[in-house]
Every structure is written in structure tokens, then in C-alpha cells.
Nanobody, 132 residues
Framework: QVQLVESGGGSVQAGGSLRLSCAAS????????MGWFRQAPGKGLEWVSA????????YYEDSVKGRFTISREKAKNIVYLQMDRLKPEDTAVYYC?????????????????????????WGQGTQVTVSS
């Protein structure tokens, strides 16, 4: 069974840090691109970051560049999103998702506002709240 399980969300003051984790089943982890998305209350799904199956890339949405870092730990089948210098506007539910490299590459180039149907596998989400 394919599974993505996020953890690490929470509440933090502006300027603080959090590290999100996404534990993936082996098949997904080894052959798929892994990405992070977020959805704030009343808003659509938004790109955050993505890393390809060979750990190349990565892609970052402009608003998180220089503050967030995505990485993969192959031995544990985990993808991390290190979030530093957090801002109140980073408050959202963060989702881990996975699909084939070529699919995500196309979406990055052509779908600035993705939909859940755009990617094959999703986690349940983890809440991140940043207070001012």
C-alpha cells in the first residue's frame, strides 16, 4: 500500500524554525519526485518545494527561497522540509506529495496553482501556525 505520512508541524513565533518530515513507502521513495505543498485557510493549493528522485533540483517557490530547504534521507525513506525564518504568511496545512519526475517537472513549468488531482499520492497534511 502506498503511503505518505507527514509529521513535524506545530506553532512557532515569527522568525522561528520547524522541520517537517514525510515518511514514504519504499516504492514511492526510490522512484518518484517528492514535493511539499501548502494550503492556507480560504486559499488554493500552493507549491512550496520539490526534489527529484535522484535528489537533483530542487525547486522552490519564490516566497520560500532562501528560507526553506528540502532534502531526502534515502536510508530512512524520508523527505524533510527545513523551514527557517518563518513568517505569519507561512501559516497553512502542509502536504507531502509524490509523482514521477517528468510529471512534476511539467507541473512546475505549467501549473503555478496545482490541484490535488495533478499528483498521484498525497499525505494527510500537517498544520503549521506562525504567530507574529
Amino acid at each position: 500500500q502506498v503511503q505518505l505520512v507527514e509529521s513535524g508541524g506545530g506553532s512557532v513565533q515569527a522568525g522561528g524554525s520547524l522541520r517537517l518530515s514525510c515518511a514514504a513507502s519504499g516504492y514511492i521513495y526510490s522512484s518518484y519526485c517528492m514535493g511539499w505543498f501548502r494550503q492556507a485557510p480560504g486559499k488554493g493549493l500552493e507549491w512550496v518545494s520539490a526534489i527529484w528522485s535522484d535528489s537533483s533540483g530542487p525547486y522552490y517557490e519564490d516566497s520560500v527561497k532562501g528560507r526553506f530547504t528540502i532534502s531526502r534521507e534515502k536510508a530512512k525513506n524520508i523527505v524533510y522540509l527545513q523551514m527557517d525564518r518563518l513568517k505569519p504568511e507561512d501559516t497553512a496545512v502542509y502536504y507531502c506529495a509524490a509523482d514521477q519526475d517528468f510529471r512534476v517537472q511539467w507541473l512546475v513549468a505549467n501549473r503555478p496553482s496545482p490541484y490535488r488531482d495533478d499528483l498521484s499520492y498525497w499525505g494527510q497534511g500537517t498544520q503549521v501556525t506562525v504567530s507574529s
